[in-house]
């Protein structure tokens, strides 16, 4: 049977044993770990990887393109004297990065940056620091967009993973970071069209507050490509993540990953078995995953 997580143990008397043998129907690797049992927990380890970075990219970036599609560069405005108080705060965070001695080193940029909050709330009382200037936030989630397609995606994830100490938390954090532009990108596009249609308008003119705009009126509508492209991101993810462990990088050197599994026929390349059966488990994924997406955007038109 290649069920029980024993299996895993690597079991030198066993190694590169072909498939459909009575304890190993699956065959073995070249460490003699079973390929069934690899394969079981490989499609684990995908799942813990795969869907909760999908997951956190969609969410960030519609979050982010939502902001970005209602607010623009002009509609989200703070008054001059935040503004100031944001740039000691920075100057605050950025005294606690330089060699320090003591006890100087945690309380004096907290001390820092409480004076900033106070001298910004004390600010508010002169007219000239009452003023209210416009936060760019369209910009900003542009160029970061931008800044972040401009750089291959597997290669970013490649240098920032080799930097770490590999996790499955830590992976699934990475892959969401570098990969919410697409999301964002949809939704923020999505969103300025639905600011033109007239029972948005009428809801701004009738004065009702952002919050309730974006939660009933935008999301709604701006959710349903993204929930349409969902399956592809998860399917992009997936190889992301099998090329990462096929690499050896992103995960602990422990974790079973059908990409690991890839990795070992180099160790060993008369093993057929190694190659068919992990490429079986990857095509059948991404082909049902294409298939949820096909039928998605079949509904969506009705």
């Not at 399956?231 to 602990?252: D, K, R």
């Amino acid at each position: 049977m290649f069920l029980p997580e024993s299996s895993l143990t690597p079991d030198l008397r066993s190694t590169s044993v072909p498939p459909l043998t009575f304890q190993h129907w699956l065959g073995t690797d070249p460490l003699g770990q079973d390929v069934g049992t690899m394969l079981l927990y490989g499609a684990r380890t995908t799942l813990l990887v795969s869907l909760p970075a999908a997951a956190l990219a969609t969410a960030l970036g519609t979050t982010l393109g939502l902001i970005a599609g209602y607010y623009g560069n002009t509609r989200l405005r703070f008054p001059c004297a935040y503004w100031l108080a944001a740039v000691l705060l920075a100057g605050s965070l950025f005294l606690f990065r330089l060699p320090q001695a003591g006890i100087a080193r945690v309380w004096y940029p907290l001390l820092l940056g409480g004076t900033a909050l106070l001298l910004g709330k004390q600010l508010q009382r002169f007219s000239l620091f009452r003023r209210p200037l416009a936060f760019p936030v369209d910009q900003l989630v542009l160029a970061a967009v931008t800044l972040l397609a401009a750089i291959p995606r597997l290669l970013l994830v490649l240098a920032i993973a080799a930097a770490f100490e590999p996790t499955i938390p830590g992976l699934v954090l990475l892959l969401a970071l570098t990969s919410w532009t697409q999301s964002a990108r949809l939704t923020r596009a999505e969103v300025r069209r639905l600011l033109e249609l007239p029972y948005l308008e009428a809801a701004h003119s009738i004065g009702l507050p952002a919050w309730r705009i974006i939660r009933h009126h935008l999301l709604p509508n701006a959710w349903r490509p993204i929930a349409t492209t969902f399956p592809l991101s998860i399917a992009v993810f997936i190889a992301l993540e099998t090329t990462l462990s096929f690499l050896g990088i992103g995960l602990p050197p422990e974790t079973p990953s059908w990409g690991k599994l890839l990795a070992l026929s180099r160790l060993s390349p008369s093993s057929w078995w190694l190659l068919l059966f992990p490429g079986i488990c990857l095509l059948a994924t991404t082909l049902s995953l294409r298939k949820l997406l096909t039928l998605g955007k079949i509904k969506s038109t009705f």
